[in-house]
């Protein structure tokens, strides 16, 4: 089982490019989300999905696209690249749905992306 | 979902248990209380979560007050790796869109 994947882990970017994080899973978990977590900070969720087709907003969604079209795969889109998207990205996954509390999160190894 | 307030950091010597406290005054009586850990840089990991009872499991212990305003994540004898953030989160099942409320953390720093 290699969990969570995401590529890749390092991304130097201009103002203005475009880009597509990957997040891979192989535990057939339903949900899949990103994060991005700034220095000090908690993560705060972008984009979520429980299910291929179906996604949704989170808390900072703005700048960026995602698409759900297998299971296994969320990648998240940056169209257009600004320096405030400087961040650390995180990938996470469970089961869906989560009728008790037992479902909780695997993380992937995050990716750190510098806008110019 | 309830707020949770932590201490920003703490430290202990190796070997020693490792008490990190979390208030979560506004919980509700169907929210769980998780934590998780970051060490550094890497992506936040799955410690233990509960809702009204103490837990234990392979990692750690989780004492949760019998009002459910506060509890403890205690790692029983504390090693150099589990310097890291620890997270306390509190989230109710039924949350339509699973949005963990992450703050700050409490940053643990073992000490040989």
């Known amino acids: 089982n290699a969990g969570v994947t995401q590529t890749p882990k390092f991304q130097v970017l201009k103002t203005g490019q475009s880009m597509t994080l990957q997040c891979a899973q192989d535990?057939?978990?339903?949900?899949m989300s990103w994060y991005r977590q700034d220095p000090g900070m908690g993560l705060r969720l972008i984009h979520y999905?429980?299910?291929?087709?179906?996604?949704d907003q989170g808390e900072v969604p703005n700048g960026y696209n995602v698409s759900r079209s297998t299971t296994e795969d969320f990648p998240l889109r940056l169209l257009s690249a600004a320096p405030s998207q400087t961040s650390v990205y995180f990938c996470?996954?469970?089961?869906?749905?989560?009728?008790?509390?037992?479902?909780?999160?695997?993380f992937g190894a995050g990716s750190r992306l510098t806008v110019l | 979902d309830a707020k949770t307030t932590q201490p920003p950091s703490m430290d202990c010597a190796e070997g020693r248990a490792a008490n990190l406290p979390c208030n979560h005054s506004?919980?509700?009586?169907?929210?769980?209380v998780y934590w998780y850990r970051q060490i550094h840089s890497q992506g936040p990991q799955y410690i233990i979560h509960g809702l009204k009872n103490n837990e234990t499991n392979e990692m750690a212990s989780l004492i949760i007050t019998e009002d459910r305003k506060s509890s403890t994540l205690i790692l029983p004898h504390a090693t150099l790796r589990d310097t890291a953030v620890y997270y306390c989160?509190?989230?109710?099942?039924?949350?339509?869109?699973?949005?963990?409320?992450w703050g700050a953390g409490t940053k643990l720093i073992i000490k040989p």
């Open positions: 535990m057939n978990h339903e949900y």
């Open positions: 989160i509190v989230r109710s099942p039924g949350d339509s869109n699973y949005q963990l409320i």
């Open positions: 996470a996954s469970s089961y869906w749905p989560l009728e008790s509390g037992a479902n909780v999160l695997t």
């Open positions: 999905s429980v299910g291929a087709g179906i996604t």
């Open positions: 506004t919980i509700s009586g169907n929210e769980y």
